[in-house]
């Protein structure tokens, strides 16, 4: 069993749809980061957070510490989201451990 | 502000040949991180190295692959005698104090062993 469990591995939605992406750890952490890629492209930090909640534009990223669980969520999406999502817990060991990505895909 | 800089983008190599890539981290990072992601696989640990010292080193294969970040210039990631398995998109990252800061990634290097 990964330390980092994403899902789904797939997504596929029309634009204006409310996205969630689930990512799971079993590790302990100091800081959950979400990450997006592009393809072919880099890698591009949306957020990094220890509890709570964050937003930035169309974006959230919730943490439950006890449950060990984070989500991303996009409102309003849009075709220009269409990337990999990628989940990575930050240890105490100050190395990122990454689930596999959710690849998501928005059609207009 | 320059972000996390890091050449060639792409670097083809025949087998036994020797690669090298270079990651310029953000101005005043001095924590640097280099990962690996396969074809079609996620991304994977290889090496953390803070300023002239390597911290972590667990992800990285035991042969041929060696790693430096010097007190001058950019954090060296080194491929001596490059296999087709070698070939893989190579990303550094750099942050101000480890994991529990922002990481901030770079475009990544896309070696293609022929």
């Known amino acids: 069993k990964n330390e980092v469990e994403q899902s789904p591995q797939n997504l596929t939605a029309q634009e204006g749809e409310f996205i969630t992406i689930n990512c799971s750890y079993s590790?302990?952490?100091?800081?959950l980061h979400w990450l997006q890629q592009h393809p072919g492209g880099g890698i591009v930090s949306l957020f990094m957070l220890s509890s709570g909640k964050k937003k930035h534009g169309r974006l959230i990223a919730t943490i439950n510490i006890q449950e060990k669980h984070s989500s991303l969520h996009i409102t309003a999406s849009h075709p220009r989201d269409s990337a990999v999502y990628i989940c990575?817990?930050?240890?105490?060991?100050?190395?990122?451990?990454f689930g596999t990505g959710t690849r998501l895909q928005v059609f207009p | 502000n320059a972000g996390v800089m890091q050449n060639p983008r792409h670097l083809v190599r025949r087998r036994g040949q020797e690669a090298r890539l270079r990651c310029s981290p953000v101005k005043g990072h001095s924590h640097v991180y280099w990962y690996r992601q396969l074809p079609e696989e996620g991304l994977k640990f290889m090496v953390y190295?803070?300023?002239?010292?390597?911290?972590?080193e667990s992800g990285m294969p035991k042969e041929r692959f060696s790693a430096e970040f010097p007190k001058e210039g950019p954090s060296i990631l080194r491929i001596q005698q490059v296999v087709r398995g070698d070939s893989a998109a190579y990303f550094c990252?750099?942050?101000?104090?480890?994991?529990?800061?922002?990481?901030?990634f770079g475009q990544g290097t896309r070696l293609t062993v022929v």
């Open positions: 190295l803070q300023k002239e010292n390597i911290i972590d």
């Open positions: 990252a750099s942050s101000s104090h480890g994991a529990r800061t922002e990481a901030f």
């Open positions: 590790v302990g952490i100091s800081a």
């Open positions: 990575a817990a930050g240890g105490n060991t100050d190395k990122l451990i």
